[in-house]
């Protein structure tokens, strides 16, 4: 495995653990209101 797919890799990670928490806040928001 190169760098560069190992950077891939890490910026595909981070990418999903994003949406999963910006999905969770707005879940939290929408049963809130």
């Known amino acids: ?12 990670l981070f990418m999903i653990t994003l949406a999963i928490i910006v ?5 939290k928001m929408f049963i809130i209101y």
């Open 1 to 12: 495995m190169t760098s560069r797919d190992s950077l891939k890799n890490y910026k595909i």
């Open 23 to 27: 999905g969770g806040i707005l879940f």
